[in-house]
């Protein structure tokens, strides 16, 4: 399924400004799975999720009418400013505040799967607001959700490290073990945030990844971590530790299909 949408600002009668997603014409989506998406997502109501104000359908044409975040996306800080470091955990515990009504407090279990830093806009305020719900999917009353599909469009690039077939969760889990944690961090990030903050942060995200579901963090808990200082438990080994590429190289022709569990 092709999810190429594009954007457009626009304006309401009375003068409110407002974010146009044009989905993509190639979409397999049918009408009424698209209404039925629309009616769900228009459910969502939480501060730290964009909110949707309205749909329009004509023929093959769909577009979705989001409230206008004017501080652009989160990627945007953290390749071009200079003023992410110091919001850094602002922005952490407000998308993890999102995830836990989508996973938890919602009426159903919503797993995003395509959680990225472009998918995180800021208002005006720069609070973060997760949106994007394209590749969403739910599970009812369920506790626990999986997807045996890989999905989402953000792809790892640029990581370059001396130790071959790791990954960036692979070297962050070495680094730690080994007591480095420090070289993870940016020269230039070390200069605007708190060191102690960026460490109980890296310390989480380990807890966040480890190989086991069980042994996982719930997003309620993660913000308790974000926003406390509650002593915090070792991480066990992470999933995913071997670099896609390396991966790739030594596997057969046969490829075991993935399962992700929420």
Do not use: W
Not at 44 to 63: A, D, P, S
């Amino acid at each position: 399924m092709n999810f190429t949408s594009t954007f457009f600002q626009g304006t309401l009668s009375d003068g409110k400004e407002t974010a146009v997603k044009r989905l993509s014409k190639s979409s397999r989506q049918g009408l009424v799975e698209f209404k039925n998406d629309v009616a769900l997502i228009a459910k969502l109501q939480h501060r730290n999720l964009v909110k949707l104000l309205g749909c329009c359908i004509q023929g093959e044409e769909k577009m979705l009418i989001y409230e206008y975040m004017p501080n652009k996306s989160l990627d945007f800080f953290i390749f071009g400013s200079d003023s992410f470091g110091t919001q850094s955990i602002k922005f952490a515990v407000g998308i993890a505040k999102g995830l836990v009504y989508l996973h938890e407090d919602f009426q159903l279990r919503i797993m995003h799967r395509d959680l990225k830093a472009s998918n995180v806009l800021l208002d005006s305020e720069m609070n973060p607001k997760i949106s994007g719900f394209d590749m969403a999917r739910t599970f009812g009353e369920e506790s626990e959700g999986s997807t045996k599909r890989v999905v989402g469009t953000q792809r790892n690039r640029g990581f370059n490290h001396l130790k071959p077939g790791l990954n960036l969760v692979g070297h962050t889990s070495r680094l730690s073990k080994e007591g480095n944690p420090l070289e993870l961090i940016d020269s230039f990030v070390q200069e605007s945030c708190t060191l102690s903050e960026v460490l109980r942060c890296i310390h989480i995200i380990l807890l966040c990844v480890q190989q086991h579901p069980e042994d996982k963090p719930r997003m309620s808990y993660v913000v308790l971590m974000l926003s406390s200082e509650i002593a915090l438990e070792q991480p066990e080994e992470p999933g995913f530790l071997i670099d896609k590429k390396s991966l790739e190289t030594n596997s057969s022709s046969s490829k075991p299909e993935s399962s992700l569990t929420n």
